[in-house]
């Protein structure tokens, strides 16, 4: 593996020192508070890897302008980075668009990710978080293979990262809870505590009783969190009831498996006793409602989750399964969905829509994000208002904005990112990485790991 060249700045201008400040000026500030606090003529300043001040642009200016470096919002809307809680890297978008779940995996996903080699999850990663990050992600929870590479990977492109490894029982030919022990020694807490490791377990058709409650007393060792998949589809309560005699997380919670610390993906299917471990237990769950509809497995009763007390954040999945990591059109068709299935329009509002993606996914992961407040870890994006698609704005609405943050926005309109404190991507240019060596890179992996999984039958056919 190659180091990518840093082709804009210096060290020294984008990583802040202990008491480097910037202020971005000039901006709309959407806090993400109790009180949702929006500053029109706003300011946020950062001291190192912290939100040291957020408000009005004359109270902070005055306290925080010497010696500051500037960055100009031009007018836009400054508010926390989002975070992708359910997330795995991704290699092979655009293959197999057809295929149900279950088959996908066995055809396709797993013949792959069997078949990847560290450099060609390095380069897979990179690609991946690229493309978060112009998304406006600047934490992803992502469960995939060779969490060193991985680990290099968010290391220098600088986005915040949770690693879990796809953990199997041995004769499926994925991960083991060694490996991800091992993952765990070696990159827990590098980069500013930046990058983290939990453990991961693929889903129950792949698991046994056994591994499962090793698997809880690894977190428990580890002192990390679980990050698993349950209750995705009918087919896999289906196995579940035929192989536990109990349903996904009625097995999860015998296990040990359910906690504060576990972010449980998709729940499409849950039982109301289902419903009831995950709030008693304190499980968070990352509602992936894009996957869900095009991978065929249903609506969540996600309404139902939020009205017992769980919280519930939000996660594109995968791009070989929903084509793109834009968590804009996911935080979009979250609500689309749920008013369609219940033909009701007051359902999911924006503002329920930008907590979802922002503090409630930071809390699932225990995270100091999620909200622009002092003392906060900074973590924040800059979106272009100046655009068609957010036209009309009547100055100083916050209602409007908040719509159009939530149901007009996509990815594209970010143009700054900052994460840790480090300026990522400024005016739609990362400066961490070559990204069209990325993209090269990721490419010709592809090739090389399709070549090697020999799943080339199962492409769609136009
Ligand atoms: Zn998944």
């Given at each position: 593996m190659?180091?990518?060249?840093?082709?804009?700045?210096t060290?020294?201008?984008?990583?802040?020192?202990?008491?480097?400040?910037?202020?971005?000026?000039?901006?709309?500030?959407?806090?993400?508070?109790?009180?949702?606090?929006?500053?029109?003529?706003?300011?946020?300043?950062?001291?190192?890897?912290?939100?040291?001040?957020?408000?009005?642009?004359?109270?902070?200016?005055?306290?925080?302008?010497?010696?500051?470096?500037?960055?100009?919002?031009?007018?836009?809307a400054?508010?926390?980075?989002?975070?992708?809680?359910?997330?795995?890297?991704?290699?092979?978008?655009?293959?197999?668009d057809?295929?149900?779940?279950?088959?996908?995996?066995?055809?396709?996903w797993?013949?792959?990710?069997?078949?990847?080699?560290?450099?060609?999850?390095?380069?897979?990663a990179?690609?991946?978080?690229?493309?978060s990050?112009?998304?406006?992600?600047?934490?992803?929870?992502d469960?995939?293979?060779?969490?060193?590479?991985?680990?290099?990977?968010?290391?220098?492109?600088?986005i915040?990262?949770?690693?879990?490894?796809?953990?199997?029982?041995d004769e499926?030919?994925?991960?083991?809870?060694?490996?991800?022990?091992?993952?765990?020694?070696?990159?827990?807490?590098?980069?500013?505590?930046?990058?983290?490791?939990?453990?991961g377990?693929?889903?129950?058709?792949?698991?046994?009783i056994?591994?499962?409650?090793?698997?809880s007393?690894?977190?428990?060792?580890?002192?990390?969190?679980?990050?698993?998949?349950?209750?995705?589809?009918?087919?896999?309560?289906?196995?579940?009831?035929?192989?536990?005699?109990?349903?996904?997380?009625?097995?999860?919670?015998?296990?040990?498996?359910?906690?504060?610390?576990?972010?449980?993906?998709?729940?499409?299917?849950?039982?109301?006793?289902?419903?009831?471990?995950?709030?008693?237990?304190?499980?968070?769950?990352?509602?992936?409602?894009?996957?869900?509809?095009?991978?065929?497995?249903?609506?969540?009763?996600v309404?139902?989750?939020?009205?017992?007390?769980?919280?519930?954040?939000?996660?594109?999945?995968?791009?070989?399964?929903?084509?793109?990591?834009?968590?804009?059109?996911?935080?979009?068709f979250?609500?689309?969905?749920?008013?369609?299935?219940?033909?009701?329009?007051?359902?999911?509002?924006?503002?329920d829509?930008?907590?979802?993606?922002?503090?409630?996914?930071?809390?699932?992961?225990?995270?100091?994000?999620?909200?622009?407040?002092?003392?906060?870890?900074?973590?924040?994006?800059?979106?272009?208002?100046?655009?068609?698609?957010?036209?009309?704005?009547?100055?100083?609405?916050?209602?409007?904005?908040?719509?159009?943050?939530?149901?007009?926005?996509?990815?594209?309109?970010?143009?700054?990112?900052?994460i840790?404190?480090?300026?990522?991507?400024?005016?739609?240019?990362?400066?961490?990485?070559?990204?069209?060596?990325?993209?090269?890179?990721?490419?010709?992996a592809?090739?090389?790991?399709?070549?090697r999984?020999?799943?080339?039958?199962?492409?769609?056919?136009?």
């Open positions: 190659s180091t990518p060249s840093r082709h804009r700045g060290e020294f201008d984008r990583v802040p020192g202990p008491t480097q400040r910037t202020l971005i000026t000039n901006a709309v500030v959407v806090t993400m508070n109790d009180a949702h606090d929006v500053h029109f003529d706003g300011v946020v300043a950062i001291e190192g890897d912290r939100i040291a001040a957020v408000g009005p642009s004359a109270d902070v200016l005055a306290r925080f302008r010497d010696g500051a470096r500037i960055i100009d919002a031009n007018g836009g400054v508010m926390p980075g989002l975070v992708d809680l359910h997330y795995h890297t991704a290699i092979g978008r655009g293959w197999s057809h295929l149900p779940l279950l088959q996908i995996l066995q055809q396709f797993y013949p792959v990710v069997r078949a990847i080699d560290p450099e060609a999850v390095y380069w897979a990179l690609a991946s978080y690229a493309e990050i112009r998304c406006g992600v600047t934490t992803v929870n469960m995939y293979r060779h969490i060193d590479a991985l680990g290099q990977a968010a290391e220098e492109i600088g915040r990262a949770v690693l879990s490894n796809i953990v199997a029982d499926h030919g994925l991960d083991s809870l060694e490996d991800n022990a091992s993952g765990h020694r070696s990159r827990h807490g590098s980069a500013n505590g930046r990058v983290e490791v939990m453990v377990i693929e889903w129950l058709p792949l698991a046994s056994g591994l499962l409650r090793d698997a007393e690894l977190a428990r060792d580890l002192g990390s969190g679980i990050h698993i998949h349950l209750n995705e589809s009918v087919g896999e309560v289906e196995i579940s009831k035929e192989k536990f005699g109990r349903r996904p997380t009625e097995v999860a919670y015998e296990c040990g498996l359910l906690s504060p610390g576990c972010v449980a993906a998709h729940c499409v299917w849950l039982s109301d006793t289902e419903i009831g471990l995950m709030r008693d237990t304190g499980t968070h769950i990352s509602h992936n409602p894009t996957s869900n509809a095009k991978l065929g497995n249903g609506i969540a009763r309404l139902d989750y939020i009205q017992a007390g769980i919280n519930v954040g939000l996660g594109h999945d995968s791009t070989e399964g929903v084509n793109t990591g834009d968590l804009f059109e996911v935080m979009k979250a609500s689309l969905m749920q008013r369609a299935v219940r033909m009701d329009a007051n359902l999911l509002q924006a503002g829509l930008l907590r979802m993606v922002t503090r409630n996914g930071s809390a699932a992961l225990g995270h100091e994000t999620g909200m622009l407040a002092q003392g906060r870890k900074a973590d924040l994006i800059v979106i272009d208002l100046d655009d068609v698609g957010f036209t009309p704005l009547v100055e100083g609405n916050r209602n409007q904005l908040y719509s159009h943050l939530a149901f007009a926005a996509h990815g594209r309109a970010v143009t700054t990112v900052i840790d404190g480090t300026i990522v991507m400024q005016d739609r240019e990362l400066l961490t990485v070559d990204e069209r060596k990325i993209l090269r890179k990721a490419n010709e592809f090739v090389r790991t399709l070549d999984a020999d799943v080339g039958s199962v492409q769609t056919i136009v």
